[in-house]
């Protein structure tokens, strides 16, 4: 936060293994936003990584009181050799998506990358107990993979909220986006008191943002699998 200039920035970090679908879901939401509310995709290849290395764009909505909210959204390479630069695009994250793989096969690898996830908040001196953390079982277009009721659960009684999704057809990327944004707008009006001296309303961010091309391809219901600590901000 910086007074001086009016602005705020919050960080929102796609966290995941390997091709399980981080960057095509920054991809999709880029496509969805208008023009006018987005930043440049910018990325980074490595030559040992075939997914991209981060993507990077500031979506930027003023409050009426005059404070210009940045919000900014990262991957981080999922392969096990760049752990270095999954601590890195870490530091000072704000809430974290994990963008899991639905297929069967690929359930350990889910679970290495989430430990791995909770170890490197802990080196960056983020609470894993208290950080917004939303849950999407992407990939649930291909065979063999993990049926929803089983997801419910092992997923379904803990503070995390589950979504499914095709990110590559767009299904399910927005709706997990605006809850983790939600929750993450949630933490800092209760340290900040961000509403009340700011007049920040999660409602009118999204609604800027949104337009009719997006609010007619989303449907929270068909997609979240269980709400997790999102169901006190559902309305």
């Known amino acids: 936060m910086n007074l001086e200039f009016r602005e705020v920035t919050v960080k929102v970090v796609y966290y995941g293994p390997a091709l399980s679908g981080k960057t095509t879901n920054l991809q999709k939401l880029h496509q969805m936003f208008n023009p006018q509310?987005?930043?440049r995709l910018m990325s980074l290849e490595t030559q040992s990584d075939r997914t991209l290395f981060y993507?990077?764009?500031?979506?930027?909505?003023?409050?009426?009181?005059?404070?210009?909210?940045?919000?900014?959204?990262?991957?981080?390479?999922?392969?096990?050799?760049?752990?270095?630069?999954?601590?890195?695009?870490?530091?000072g994250?704000?809430?974290?998506?994990?963008?899991?793989?639905?297929?069967?096969?690929?359930?350990?690898?889910?679970?290495?990358?989430?430990?791995?996830l909770k170890e490197n908040l802990k080196i960056n001196n983020l609470d894993f107990e208290t950080i917004p953390l939303v849950i999407?079982?992407?990939?649930?277009?291909?065979?063999?993979?993990?049926?929803?009721?089983?997801?419910?659960?092992?997923?379904?009684?803990?503070?995390?909220?589950?979504?499914?999704?095709?990110?590559?057809?767009?299904k399910g990327v927005f709706e997990t986006f605006e809850c983790v944004v939600r929750l993450g707008f949630e933490v800092i009006n209760k340290?900040?008191?961000?509403?009340?001296?700011?007049?920040?309303?999660?409602?009118?961010?999204?609604?800027?943002?949104?337009?009719?091309?997006?609010e007619n391809q989303i449907d929270i219901n068909r997609y979240m699998i269980s709400p997790g600590q999102f169901a006190g901000l559902l309305k």
Do not use: C, M
Not at 93 to 116: C, E, G, M, W
Not at 193 to 210: C, E, L
């Open 55 to 91: 993507d990077l764009y500031p979506i930027q909505y003023h409050t009426p009181a005059g404070l210009k909210v940045k919000l900014k959204l990262f991957t981080v390479p999922g392969q096990v050799i760049h752990n270095e630069t999954r601590k890195a695009v870490l530091n």
């Open 37 to 39: 509310h987005r930043g």
């Open 191 to 214: 340290k900040y008191d961000f509403n009340r001296k700011f007049g920040f309303n999660p409602d009118s961010f999204f609604a800027s943002v949104k337009g009719d091309k997006i």
């Open 136 to 170: 999407q079982f992407n990939k649930r277009d291909l065979a063999e993979i993990k049926p929803v009721e089983e997801i419910k659960a092992d997923w379904g009684q803990t503070r995390f909220p589950t979504f499914s999704a095709i990110a590559t057809e767009g």
């Open 93 to 116: 994250a704000d809430a974290i998506v994990f963008v899991a793989d639905s297929q069967r096969s690929q359930a350990l690898s889910n679970s290495l990358s989430f430990k791995n």
